[in-house]
C-alpha cells in the first residue's frame, strides 16, 4: 500500500484529506507542525508528499526543499494564497503541483493517483529490455536511471523536470500548447496552473541550456507554446 505524509496545520482539512485518501486506498500519516512534518518526511519513507505552505514552526517552502534535496517523490504543495509568486516559488523548489485552497478532495485524489502513476511508470526498471534513452547534440537522457548530461557532465534534475524534457525531446520539432503539456505531462486538465508549466520549463533551461537566451534544446513558440529543435 502507498504511504503519504500529509503536513497539515488545520484539523479539519487534514482529516477530510485522510478520510478521501484512505478511501482510495492509500495509507496516510499526518503532522500537524512545520518541524515534527519535516522531522519524519525525512526519516521516514513515503511514495507522495502533500504540504501546506503556511505552518507553524517551519513552513512548507523550507520543507519541500529539504525533501527534494534527498528525494525525487512526487510532492504536492496546497495553499490558501493565491498569488502566483507562492506557486512559482513552490514549483521552483521542486514540487510537482500546487492547488489553491479550497479544492475538492476528489481533485486532490485525482492528482495524487496522477503524479504516483507517471513516478511509477519512469521509475519502473521493467521495460521488456527496450533501451529508451535519447542522445540529442550533446545531450543524453536515460529514463532507466533517470539521468541527464548534457556534453558529458550530469544535471540534477527532479522528477517532473526530466518528464518535462523526456516528453519534448521524445516528440521533436511537435509544438505543445502550455495546456498541452499539462495534460500529457501531468496526466490532468491544466485547471488554470498554466505557471507549473512556465515553470518547469524555466528549471529545465536553467539547468541544460547554455544560453537561456537562444537556447539550443527547448524553443518558445511566442504565442503557441514549446518545441523541442532535432
Given at each position: 500500500?502507498?504511504?503519504?505524509?500529509?503536513?497539515?496545520?488545520?484539523?479539519?482539512?487534514?482529516?477530510?484529506?485522510?478520510?478521501?485518501?484512505?478511501?482510495?486506498?492509500?495509507?496516510?500519516?499526518?503532522?500537524?507542525?512545520?518541524?515534527?512534518?519535516?522531522?519524519?518526511?525525512?526519516?521516514?519513507?513515503?511514495?507522495?508528499?502533500?504540504?501546506?505552505?503556511?505552518?507553524?514552526?517551519?513552513?512548507?517552502?523550507?520543507?519541500?526543499?529539504?525533501?527534494?534535496?534527498?528525494?525525487?517523490?512526487?510532492?504536492?504543495?496546497?495553499?490558501?494564497?493565491?498569488?502566483?509568486?507562492?506557486?512559482?516559488?513552490?514549483?521552483?523548489?521542486?514540487?510537482?503541483?500546487?492547488?489553491?485552497?479550497?479544492?475538492?478532495?476528489?481533485?486532490?485524489?485525482?492528482r495524487v493517483k496522477a503524479h504516483m502513476a507517471r513516478?511509477?511508470?519512469?521509475?519502473?526498471?521493467?521495460?521488456?529490455?527496450?533501451?529508451?534513452?535519447?542522445?540529442?547534440?550533446?545531450?543524453?537522457?536515460?529514463?532507466?536511471?533517470?539521468?541527464?548530461?548534457?556534453?558529458?557532465?550530469?544535471?540534477?534534475?527532479?522528477?517532473?523536470?526530466?518528464?518535462?524534457?523526456?516528453?519534448?525531446?521524445?516528440?521533436?520539432?511537435?509544438?505543445?500548447?502550455?495546456e498541452e503539456l499539462f495534460r500529457r505531462v501531468w496526466?490532468?486538465?491544466?485547471?488554470?496552473?498554466?505557471?507549473?508549466?512556465?515553470?518547469?520549463?524555466?528549471?529545465?533551461?536553467?539547468?541544460i541550456e547554455k544560453d537561456k537566451n537562444n537556447p539550443?534544446?527547448?524553443?518558445?513558440?511566442?504565442?503557441?507554446?514549446?518545441?523541442?529543435?532535432?
Amino acid at each position: 500500500m502507498s504511504r503519504i505524509l500529509v503536513i497539515e496545520d488545520e484539523q479539519a482539512i487534514a482529516d477530510l484529506e485522510r478520510d478521501y485518501l484512505e478511501l482510495s486506498g492509500f495509507d496516510v500519516d499526518i503532522e500537524h507542525d512545520g518541524k515534527a512534518g519535516m522531522k519524519k518526511a525525512l526519516s521516514r519513507h513515503y511514495d507522495m508528499y502533500i504540504l501546506d505552505v503556511m505552518l507553524p514552526g517551519i513552513d512548507g517552502f523550507e520543507i519541500c526543499s529539504k525533501i527534494r534535496n534527498l528525494r525525487d517523490t512526487p510532492i504536492i504543495m496546497v495553499s490558501a494564497r493565491k498569488e502566483d509568486i507562492d506557486k512559482i516559488r513552490g514549483l521552483g523548489l521542486g514540487a510537482d503541483d500546487y492547488m489553491t485552497k479550497p479544492f475538492s478532495p476528489s481533485e486532490l485524489v485525482a492528482r495524487v493517483k496522477a503524479h504516483m502513476a507517471r513516478y511509477r511508470r519512469l521509475t519502473n526498471s521493467d521495460d521488456n529490455g527496450t533501451d529508451r534513452s535519447i542522445t540529442i547534440r550533446g545531450l543524453r537522457m536515460d529514463p532507466e536511471s533517470h539521468r541527464v548530461w548534457v556534453n558529458g557532465e550530469e544535471k540534477s534534475l527532479t522528477t517532473k523536470e526530466f518528464e518535462v524534457l523526456f516528453f519534448l525531446a521524445e516528440h521533436p520539432n511537435h509544438v505543445f500548447t502550455k495546456e498541452e503539456l499539462f495534460r500529457r505531462v501531468w496526466n490532468m486538465d491544466s485547471y488554470g496552473d498554466i505557471a507549473t508549466v512556465t515553470v518547469h520549463v524555466k528549471k529545465v533551461r536553467d539547468k541544460i541550456e547554455k544560453d537561456k537566451n537562444n537556447p539550443e534544446y527547448i524553443e518558445t513558440i511566442w504565442g503557441v507554446g514549446y518545441r523541442f529543435k532535432r
